[in-house]
Nanobody, 115 residues
Framework: QVQLVESGGGLVQPGGSLRLSCAAS????????MGWYRQAPGKQRELVAA???????NYADSVKGRFTISRDNAKNTVYLQMNSLKPEDTAVYYC?????????WGQGTQVTVSS
């Protein structure tokens, strides 16, 4: 079992930055597949950024060059640095982990980009 707790969401103006954190309840050293998804009102949940191995990453085209996923195994935490935010980035952001054939989700954190 893995519990995931997201934090760092909030209201930001267009062009601003936020850093989301996802704290895991256990060591993530062996949990290679971790990432961030988002869901906007009326839309399906979509991949934002993810680790596909201990060091390889994958990004949605819409966030490439603006968002960066990183991890600190010593702190059992995965981060999402979001820069140059746009109104279309507004969504609930969810942390995700896939480990030992099971998928885990956090409760989500709201990100609102608006002037």
């Amino acid at each position: 079992q893995v519990q995931l707790v997201e934090s760092g969401g909030g209201l930001v103006q267009p062009g601003g930055s936020l850093r989301l954190s996802c704290a895991a309840s256990r060591s993530i050293f062996s949990i290679y597949a971790m990432g961030w998804y988002r869901q906007a009102p009326g839309k399906q949940r979509e991949l934002v950024a993810a680790f596909t191995s201990s060091s390889n990453t994958n990004y949605a085209d819409s966030v490439k060059g603006r968002f960066t996923i990183s991890r600190d195994n010593a702190k059992n935490t995965v981060y999402l640095q979001m820069n140059s935010l746009k109104p279309e980035d507004t969504a609930v952001y969810y942390c995700n982990a896939y480990w030992l054939s099971a998928t885990y989700w956090g409760q989500g954190t709201q990100v609102t980009v608006s002037s």
